[in-house]
């Protein structure tokens, strides 16, 4: 059950990741759970992070 649960999270995070490389806003994140939304949110920060610092063109 537990594993299930981290695998989900970490999903989410790399879709988040995904979106914050594409450009996207985060206003795009398409979770409702708190949990899982914000672990999309911190892939879109860490993802927009590496943008900035020039990490990904």
Do not use: T
């Not at 985060?26 to 992070?49: H, T």
Request: with cysteine.
């Amino acid at each position: 059950m537990k594993r299930q649960k981290r695998d989900r999270l970490s999903r989410a995070h790399s879709k988040g990741y995904q979106a914050g490389i594409a450009g996207r806003s985060k206003d795009n994140c398409p979770f409702q759970s708190s949990e899982v939304r914000s672990e999309w949110l911190g892939g879109w920060r860490e993802a927009i992070g590496d943008r900035n610092l020039g990490l990904i063109k």
